[in-house]
């Protein structure tokens, strides 16, 4: 079956150590929520994603970058269906200190693997650069997202077969923020056009769930 967005919602914050989604909604049918993590600002790594007080995600990256100036970062992190409730709960997002910038997207979805969820995660970063990206590992079927920290960059743009969910440019003149998404089939590279900038950003791609039906003599049962 293919993989269809369920929900989505963003929060963003200045000069703080966490973000709340609030009465983030997940349908009875979403299998997956996946919430990613960019922050501008010292060394600090995200610390917990936790939906519905004891629902707790795993990390697939958070990276941060050491450079002399300003450091981005960049974390994703899911949670199976078997692990959290239907219905409408709050998101909290802590971490290890206080970022100058701080955002958080949150994604449910409909018909992702249980069994095998996710391809493994790619991250990378740079520094004075007007380009942002690495190539997930993915196949036909399969829904790629990244998150993007790019720090002291005025803007920042998907290129091509990537539609952007989130943006953020100049946030308090320290840098910009995205999130984006790609269908498997267009290959998994994942790019961004940023002022010249340091930049932290990770990718991951989700399966699909295998279908229940059946072939007898050409028919589907």
Not at 10 to 21: A, D, E, F, P, R
Not at 43 to 53: L, Y
Not at 91 to 108: E, F, M, N, P
């Amino acid at each position: 079956m293919a993989i269809v967005t369920d929900n989505e919602r963003s929060v963003s914050g200045l000069g703080t150590t966490g973000v709340i989604i609030p009465a983030f909604d997940v349908a009875a049918t979403a299998d997956l929520i996946f919430v990613g993590v960019m922050g501008i600002g010292v060394s600090v790594a995200t610390s917990t994603v936790v939906r519905n007080v004891t629902e707790n995600f795993s990390e697939d990256w958070d990276i941060v970058y050491h450079p002399a100036g300003i450091e981005p970062h960049s974390s994703g992190h899911h949670i199976l269906k078997a692990d959290f409730a239907a219905g409408s709960f709050t998101i909290v997002v802590t971490c290890a200190g206080s970022l100058d910038t701080l955002a958080a997207y949150a994604r449910s979805f409909i018909g992702v693997n249980q069994a095998v969820p996710a391809g493994a995660p790619v991250t990378g970063t740079g520094a004075a650069s007007v380009s942002a990206t690495v190539t997930a590992d993915t196949a036909l079927g399969e829904v790629i997202l990244d998150t993007l920290a790019a720090g002291g960059s005025t803007s920042c743009a998907v290129d091509a077969n990537q539609t952007s969910l989130f943006e953020q440019d100049n946030i308090d003149a320290v840098g910009s923020h995205g999130v984006s998404t790609q269908a498997g089939v267009d290959g998994g590279v994942m790019s961004w056009t940023i002022e010249s900038g340091n930049w932290a950003l990770g990718a991951i791609s989700f399966k699909p769930a295998v279908s229940s039906r059946k072939w007898f003599f050409g028919r589907v049962s």
